[in-house]
Every structure is written in structure tokens, then in C-alpha cells.
């Protein structure tokens, strides 16, 4: 039995077989081949094959993912489909007498640097789906597994380097009851997903969680950030007896999950969820959330060539807000910048992407981002009660800013006749040090503020979230972390204003006591951790956490407050063991 | 064989969603169509496969750009006729 520490991802225990989630590298040796015609024969077979392929993943994406997700094997298509490129394979087979397989690969390696070539971006994107089809043929050729995940026919845990979006989209998320991956970290796509999905994930685990074979048991302890490997009889029993003793307390808090967070003495506390889809909604009113405290707007221009058309996000944000009604719903403008791989928009690449122009920067000097978002939003918002909130905000001038391009939409659709939403509220994300610290400035030009502690941290310990060698640093528990909370709640509240969190934070049971002491009025977090935050509340005197918080801000490490909380609050202690 | 020179008005050229809807336009005629422009730098002629998705991508063909449709079969005046209408209409997009 051996034991790994790596970072909390996603909350909860879990006892299953690994599944590696390996991606094979496709070996084509130059061969020569007399019969030519076999060969063009075979090619043939495999395209069909993959084309087959192509069409049912463009199916299952139209249903499962955005239409976004969808348009991309859409293009697949039609690269397959290709009479030039066929041409060219075939060709190649006949003169240079080679296989199948290595023209294919040629072929599609010379095409792919033609595109890489053109200096484009758009190009570059195409450059790369070429490659992904000449890949796909290939791998019908040396019969290689189509995807990674379509030998995984058992419940399993999925450990694999780290996942990205594509990867995810073809897992049959029915068979995962883990994650666990040897890179990434708390905020990676791993993580998001799998709290989503309520399905405990350990991040930065480290190399040795990649040489278990497929099939071996493991344990994954996702509150802690542990990983078990090859673990005694003893331990599975004693994790058994705990998620146990986990899904009884989730049923109880469940019955309770659609009653108000009504403190002991009174207080009416808020409990959002943060989504970035329909599915996110849907999850988030079967847990019981009042609302949606963070709607992630990014789903609509990741994998994808072109920006999303304002009809387009007008439908997305409207399918979303229909599922709420007439309860709150914080949408947060696009929060992107050169870390993330959206070719179309023409980022260039900086340095420092976190500290770069991202978020709400980028917005400001790109009218051609920005607008047709802010304007589908007000449409969408037409009798439902949405709010707009701006990332990244780091001095008042910038909120000024923003509010200008709103209302020039506003006049815009009013002078088209169009409707849009009037009177919304609009807030700002508090997430750079600057902003918290002139919170009492920036309070006085926005209707409310919400938390994000994941850059919060990052930004005020100076601790890259991604980087596993610093993520002992990058923990909302510090202190520094939550005194500047405490100055945020304060400099809104003396301005009339409510103040939400969206961070990680905010879905922490540990710290659930100490927000509410520090007066938090809206917690948003993954749709799962919902019916338990709200039976926390439930329990406990929003006076009396004033004086554990004002203890906590006292104290000097993670540890010693997390300690401290539950010492006080004996039954989160037992939750979160 | 028949052909017309059009001038390419839409704002991305023919790229992009452009690019496929005139690819998968051209697939329906059994006419052989060939695509053509001048490099506007080098004013070189570059000529594509009307058919292909690749060939159509790599000829660059920016807005303001002319564009010449070749089409030679039994369709071919159709062909040629509908072609050069979807690049007039900009693609039934801006």
C-alpha cells in the first residue's frame, strides 16, 4: 500500500479499478508494397470506417456538447471527404509503391504544413483537424483502439496525464466513478468536470499514478487529495464504511436540498450554483440551488473556428435562463486570454497570460468580442432576472468602461426595435488584490460584487493555481486571502451593496462558517456541493460565526484555521473527515 | 466548357464557413469545375479543384478578390450559373 499526496479536485471518496487513459503513439514505418491496388483498397475501407466514426461522434456531440463541440467533426467531414487529398494518397500509393499507411500519414503531414504554413490562424486550426483525421485513418489502418476511453466498459477511475475537453467529450461519463490525473490542478478541465458531475478527482498526482496498470484497485480520497495505490483489505473496508457514511449524510442532506438556508437565528443566506451549460442547470435545480451565481460564457468559444454570432448566444443564454425562471442568474462576460487555445480570435501568445490583457481587457479593446455578447445578453434577459457581471476588473475606470459598451448596446437594440432587458443589476468579479483593496471605490459603481478566491489566491500569495510545486501556497485558507474577503464584504456593504462568491471557496464546508461570519450573502458553487452547504447553514448561528471569523483572521496558517473550524463546528469535522 | 468571373464581396473571403458551403455546392454538379485567382502580390495564377475543401482553403482568396469558375461536363452551365450566384449573394451571410 502506498500512498500519494496530490491536490483536492473534487470532492468525495471513491474505490474502483484503474483506467489508464493512454494515448498511443502511431507508428508508420516506410514500407514498400507491390499490390497497389490492395493498398488503395484498404484505404478506402478505412476512410469509410472513419467516416462511419466521424458521423456517430457528430451525433452524440449534437446531443451531449454545444453545437460548437459539434461543427468541429462536422469539419472532419468534409477533410475526409476530400478529392484532392484523396487524390494525393492515392497517387503516392501508386508511384511510390508504399502503403497505405505511411501515404496517408505524408499526405496528411504535407497538407497540415501547407495550412500551418499560411501564417493564419485560421489556417493553423485546420492545420491541426487534418491531422486529427489523417490520425483517425492511421489508426483504423494498425488497428489501434479508435479513442482511449472504447475499451472501458466497467465502472473505473480514470487516470490519465490530464484531459482536455475532447478527450472528455467521448467518455461514457456513466463508467467514471474517478478521476485521477498526474498533471493540472484544482481548476484544470478535470476538476471542473468532475465537480460538475459530483465525482471525486485528485489533480497533480504526480508521475507514479501512471505506471498502474489498467484493472488494479486504488483508492481516491478527493476531499484530501490522496491517492491509495495497490491498497490492504483493511484500508478498502475502512473507505467502504466512510462513503458509506458520505452518501448517508448526502441522502439526508438531500430531503432537505429545496428548503431555504435559514441560519439558527434567522439569516437568509443565498445558494447559487456555478454552471457553464443547460446540463450545469439542470443539475443545479434538482440540488436545490436558488439561482446561478456564476454562468461561465467561455463553453461558447472554445473548440470552435469562428466567433459565436450574437443569435447563437442569444439562444444558449436564453435556453439557460428559461430553466430559472424568475430566479437570479449572474452571467460573467468572456474570461479568456493567451493561455487558452482559441485560435479564431487572434491572441497573441504573452509571456504572462495571467497577468496579461485577458478577461474584461480584452473585451475593452475588442468591440467585436464584446458586443455581440453584451447584446445577446440584454435580449436574452427580457423578463427573467438576469445580472451581468464583468472578470478581472482591477481599477474603477474599467467598470466605467464596460458600463459605457453596455449601454451603447442597449441604445443600439433600442434603435433596432429589438427588446432588451432594462434595470439589470450589474457587478464585477473581485479577483485581483487591487480591486479588493479599493473594494469601497469600486463599490459605489456596480449594483454588488461576487468573490473569485481561485484568482484571489493565485494573485495575492503570488502562486501559479496551475503549478503543482507552489499549490500549497495557493490556498483560499491563508489569512492574507481572508482578510482581503473580509474587506471586500465590508467596503460593499457599507455602500448598500451584496457581495457573492464563486470561488472554490465558497463550496468548502470548512469554510462555510467563516463566510458567514464575515457576512457573505451569495455562495455559488458545483450544483453537487449545493444540498450540503445549505444544510451547513442550516446549522449554525450567523452571530455566533462572527466571532469564530474574527478568531480565524488571527491565526496564521491553512491548517491551523481549518483545525480551529473544526474544533468549533464538531459536526463539519465529521462531514469533511 | 463554360466559365464567369466573379468578384469574392463577402468579409472573410472564401474561407471558413464560406469556403464549405461553396465546396459542398460544387460536389453536386458531375461537372469537373475548376476555381482560379490571381496572387495579388506576385499576380501569379492559382487554381484549385472546386471540389476540394483543401485546395479551395489554399488558394487565399480574400474579399475584393475575382475569382474564376472553369466548369467542363454535362452540367457544366449550371454548375457555373449557381457557383458564381452563391459568390454574389456572399454566401446568403452579411
Known amino acids: ?577 | 466548357m463554360k466559365e464567369t468571373t466573379v468578384m469574392v464581396n463577402n468579409k472573410v473571403g472564401l474561407h471558413a464557413r464560406p469556403a464549405s458551403l461553396f465546396v459542398q455546392a460544387a460536389a453536386k454538379y458531375s461537372s469537373n469545375i475548376q476555381v482560379s485567382c490571381k496572387d495579388p502580390d506576385t499576380k501569379e495564377l492559382r487554381e484549385a479543384n472546386a471540389k476540394s475543401i483543401l485546395g479551395v482553403l489554399t488558394l487565399g482568396v480574400f474579399q475584393g478578390m475575382d475569382i474564376t469558375i472553369k466548369a467542363d461536363g454535362e452540367d457544366e452551365a449550371q454548375a457555373v450559373e449557381v457557383l458564381a450566384e452563391l459568390v454574389k449573394n456572399n454566401f446568403g451571410e452579411d
Open chain 1, 1 to 577: 500500500m502506498k500512498t500519494l499526496s496530490g491536490i483536492p479536485a473534487s470532492r468525495g471518496i471513491c474505490i474502483g479499478p484503474v483506467f489508464q487513459f493512454l494515448r498511443q503513439e502511431l507508428i508508420v514505418a516506410e514500407c514498400k508494397v507491390d499490390d497497389s491496388q490492395k493498398e488503395i483498397k484498404r484505404l478506402e475501407e478505412a476512410i469509410q470506417i472513419a467516416k462511419d466514426q466521424i458521423s456517430s461522434i457528430y451525433e452524440k456531440a449534437l446531443t451531449e456538447a454545444s453545437k460548437a463541440d459539434a461543427e468541429i467533426f462536422q469539419a472532419h467531414l468534409m477533410i475526409l471527404e476530400d478529392p484532392e487529398l484523396l487524390s494525393e494518397v492515392k497517387k503516392k500509393i501508386e508511384t511510390e509503391h508504399c502503403s497505405a499507411d505511411f501515404a496517408m500519414k505524408e499526405t496528411a503531414q504535407t497538407f497540415s504544413n501547407m495550412m500551418a504554413a499560411m501564417a493564419d490562424e485560421y489556417f493553423a486550426a485546420r492545420a491541426t483537424d487534418i491531422m486529427d483525421v489523417g490520425n483517425r485513418v492511421l489508426r483504423i489502418l494498425l488497428g489501434v483502439a479508435e479513442s482511449p476511453t472504447a475499451s472501458l466498459k466497467a465502472p473505473s477511475i480514470i487516470v490519465a496525464d490530464d484531459l482536455t475537453p475532447s478527450d472528455t467529450v467521448l467518455l461514457d461519463k456513466s463508467l467514471v466513478v474517478g478521476f485521477c490525473t498526474a498533471r493540472g490542478s484544482a481548476t484544470s478541465h478535470t476538476a471542473i468536470l468532475a465537480r460538475g458531475l459530483g465525482i471525486p478527482a485528485v489533480s497533480g498526482a504526480g508521475d507514479e499514478v501512471l505506471a498502474q496498470t489498467t484493472g488494479s484497485t486504488m483508492i481516491l480520497d478527493g476531499t484530501k487529495g490522496q491517492v491509495i495505490l495497490s491498497p490492504t483489505e483493511n484500508a478498502i473496508q475502512d473507505y467502504e464504511k466512510r462513503i458509506e457514511t458520505a452518501k448517508t449524510m448526502r441522502d439526508a442532506s438531500m430531503k432537505h436540498a429545496h428548503e431555504a438556508a435559514l441560519t439558527l437565528d434567522g439569516r437568509q443566506v443565498e445558494v447559487v450554483a456555478n454552471i457553464g451549460n443547460v446540463e450545469g442547470a439542470h443539475s443545479s435545480v434538482q440540488n436545490g440551488a436558488e439561482g446561478v451565481g456564476l454562468l461561465r460564457t467561455e463553453f461558447l468559444y472554445l473548440e470552435r473556428s469562428t466567433l459565436p454570432t450574437e443569435e447563437e448566444q442569444y439562444q444558449a443564454y436564453r435556453a439557460i435562463l428559461d430553466v430559472f425562471g424568475q430566479m437570479p442568474v449572474v452571467l460573467r462576460t468572456l474570461d479568456v486570454g493567451g493561455d487558452k487555445e482559441i485560435p479564431y480570435m487572434g491572441l497573441e501568445a504573452e509571456s504572462n497570460s495571467f497577468l496579461g490583457q485577458r478577461a474584461l481587457r480584452l473585451c475593452l479593446v475588442r468591440p467585436d468580442i464584446f458586443k455581440p455578447q453584451l447584446r445577446a445578453a440584454l435580449r436574452a434577459g427580457v423578463d427573467r432576472n438576469l445580472k451581468i457581471m464583468f472578470p478581472m476588473v482591477a481599477t474603477a475606470s474599467e467598470v466605467r468602461d464596460a458600463r459605457k459598451v453596455l449601454e451603447e448596446c442597449r441604445a443600439e437594440l433600442r434603435a433596432e426595435g429589438k427588446p432588451c432587458a432594462e434595470n439589470i443589476e450589474i457587478g464585477i468579479m473581485v479577483e485581483i488584490p487591487s480591486a479588493a483593496v479599493v473594494a469601497d471605490q469600486l463599490a459605489k459603481e456596480v449594483d454588488f460584487f461576487s468573490i473569485g478566491t481561485n484568482d484571489l489566491c493565485q494573485y495575492t500569495m503570488a502562486a501559479d493555481r496551475t503549478n503543482p510545486k507552489v499549490a500549497s501556497l495557493s490556498n483560499a485558507f491563508y489569512p492574507a486571502v481572508l482578510r482581503l474577503i473580509k474587506m471586500i464584504i465590508d467596503a460593499a456593504h457599507a455602500e448598500d451593496k451584496w457581495v457573492g462568491m464563486c470561488g472554490e471557496l465558497a463550496g468548502e464546508p470548512l469554510a462555510t462558517p467563516i463566510l458567514l461570519g464575515l457576512g457573505l450573502d451569495e455562495f455559488s458553487m458545483s450544483p453537487p456541493m449545493v444540498p450540503t452547504v445549505k444544510q451547513i447553514l442550516r446549522s449554525l448561528n450567523a452571530e455566533e460565526m462572527k466571532a469564530l471569523a474574527d478568531k480565524v483572521l488571527q491565526l496564521e496558517t491553512p491548517q491551523e484555521i481549518q483545525e480551529f473550524v473544526k474544533e468549533q463546528v464538531p459536526f463539519i469535522a465529521e462531514l469533511v473527515s
